[in-house]
């Protein structure tokens, strides 16, 4: 029983860390960025539902799409002004730029929020159900059931929709897609901004089963990368379903090795991809 | 003969080329409605950066105007909005998108549905193949059919002026035959065609008139027939094809 339940935890985690992903593999597939920063756009979101909810009183659920829509419009103009500029160069450019985009988001966020640890701790916060003798924690199966729902829109939004299939043509000849109409600047914007916007929700979600400091961006930037690699870039319900083999394997390893190596498989990972399979990792994969 | 009409594409002395390389120098070329117009030339001659210039990926300086409008201060999304379309070198299709797909990006900037199905009738009754292929990712379709697919594209679009470069490039002659015999079906619907080719015997078999460029400038000019059996012109691009 312990360890169906450990599976459970693991599985509920695993979707939100899948979420997390999404926003990732969605701009490293279509602009070829691998977003270093990304994490730090987790923590940015995370700390939005945080103040909309202890400052307005906003339930954090209801918060996450004020932050989604807070998200997409910073994600937007950064794309839109600054990295469009160096969108064409050299990919160890765009790592140099967004790993100095974390550094700097994190320090603002030191700066801003304090050091401290926050929770985003609605009255329902550590609700849970008993389920054929597991127990069900509600907030971690809310982040569960909302990472699907979000990866089930965006697959609409990829595949059923003219913004989508322009996004995907981009990503696959950006000569072409340039020649039928499509402006490559605003585009870029717009997924930027829409990965941002993911990040976004994934951080509040986070902040409320786990908690949030101006440091947790690093970590969850190095899983995100993870689960984009095992996933592949262009199948939001992949991304998410790599997501779970994470979230599993992490609940097991703090099961069996210990808590503090929960931290230690994704990373383990991360050096076993880049020892391996290198080049699938770093060309868009 | 076509004086009176307003040309639909003019272009006039213009330069253009590839940051500070310059490729193309004073360029004279002049497109009326209807017409196909050939323009042939040896690799690296620079027809492919008058295309680029034409919609405006690369810059340029000196005159360009389409149906009367200054084609220089405007973005490729705003030529393509003008429906002066290009079906570019290399076919350049959304690989991992299927043929309907790819079509719908060609209709990228319509909005009118009922218009837009009107197209798929004409294009799908135009190249049948691509009707039975709507459900196949275009990068696995053959050489032909891809090419088919980069054309039916850029009609989606209701061009005014089709660009096709190198169409021929690549393909069996029974297929340039049948994709010529497609551009003439769709000249009579009063589209313009601008057609650049090294298959210079292709080109001149459908064209009206023809440019001859040569680094960058245009050095000759005249109708198909003309330039069909002019010595020079036989001597550089039909040689092979006259002593076969
Ligand atoms: N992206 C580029 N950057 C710099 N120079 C280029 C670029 N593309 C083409 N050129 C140069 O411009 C010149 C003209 O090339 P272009 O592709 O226009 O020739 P072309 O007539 O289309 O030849 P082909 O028949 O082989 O397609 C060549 O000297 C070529 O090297
Ligand atoms: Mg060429």
Request: proline share 4%.
């Amino acid at each position: 029983m312990l360890l169906a339940q450990i599976i459970v935890n693991g599985v509920l985690l695993g979707g939100l860390y899948g979420l997390m992903a999404l926003g990732m593999a969605l701009v490293w597939g279509v602009l070829n960025i691998v977003n270093l920063a990304h994490g730090a756009f987790v923590m940015l979101g995370g700390y939005i539902v945080y103040y909309l909810f202890t400052t307005l009183g906003i339930d954090p659920l209801a918060a996450l799409p004020i932050a989604m829509a807070l998200m997409f419009a910073f994600g937007y103009l950064l794309q839109y002004v600054v990295l469009n500029q160096i969108i064409r160069s050299a990919m160890l450019n765009t790592l140099l730029i967004t790993f100095g985009l974390d550094v700097v988001l994190t320090y603002l966020a030191q700066l801003g929020f304090s050091a401290d640890f926050r929770t985003i701790a609605p009255s329902y916060a550590g609700a849970n159900f008993g389920l054929l003798g597991i127990t069900v924690p509600v907030a971690p199966l809310a982040a569960f059931a909302i990472a699907w729902l979000l990866a089930g829109l965006t697959w609409l939004l990829l595949n059923r929709l003219p913004l989508g299939r322009a996004i995907r043509a981009t990503a696959q000849n950006l000569v072409a897609a340039r020649l039928y109409g499509v402006n490559p600047r605003r585009l870029y914007a717009v997924t930027f901004g829409i990965g941002a916007a993911l990040a976004g929700a994934s951080g509040g979600l986070y902040g409320m089963i786990s908690h949030l400091s101006p440091y947790v961006g690093a970590p969850l930037t190095a899983k995100a990368f993870v689960i984009a690699v095992i996933g592949g870039l262009h199948n939001p319900f992949a991304v998410v379903a790599s997501g779970l083999i994470i979230g599993i394997a992490e609940s097991l390893a703090a099961l069996y090795v210990g808590p503090t190596y929960a931290n230690v498989i994704s990373f383990g990972l991360l050096v076993l991809i880049l020892v391996l399979r290198p080049s699938r990792a770093l060309r868009a994969a | 003969m076509n004086a009176q009409v307003t040309p639909l594409l003019e272009i006039s002395r213009l330069n253009g080329g590839y940051g500070a390389v310059p490729v193309l120098f004073g360029v004279d070329l002049v497109i009326h409605p209807g017409e196909i117009v050939a323009l042939v030339g040896n690799n690296g001659a620079g027809k492919t950066t008058l295309l680029r210039a034409i919609s405006r990926v690369i810059t340029a300086s000196g005159g360009m105007k389409f149906d009367g409008e200054d084609l220089l201060p405007l973005t490729p999304e705003q030529v393509f909005a003008r429906r002066l379309v290009q079906v570019p070198e290399g076919r350049q299709l959304f690989g991992r998108m299927t043929v309907e797909e790819n079509l719908l990006m060609g209709a990228n900037r319509r909005g009118n549905r009922a218009a837009i199905a009107r197209s798929f009738d004409w294009v799908y009754g135009l190249l049948p193949k691509l009707a039975e292929r709507r459900r196949q990712l275009a990068g696995n379709m053959s050489g032909g059919e891809q090419q088919m697919c980069a054309i039916a594209r850029a009609l989606m679009a209701e061009p005014r002026l089709l660009m096709i470069d190198e169409m021929s490039l690549g393909l069996a002659p029974i297929i340039v035959d049948q994709l010529l015999a497609i551009l003439d079906t769709i000249r009579k619907q009063s589209v313009a065609i601008f057609l650049v080719e090294q298959d210079v015997f292709a080109a001149f078999s459908v064209a009206d008139r023809g440019y001859v460029m040569e680094t960058g400038r245009i050095v000759q000019t005249g109708t198909a027939q003309e330039l069909s059996n002019d010595e020079s012109v036989r001597a550089a691009y039909l040689g092979a094809e006259a002593g076969a």
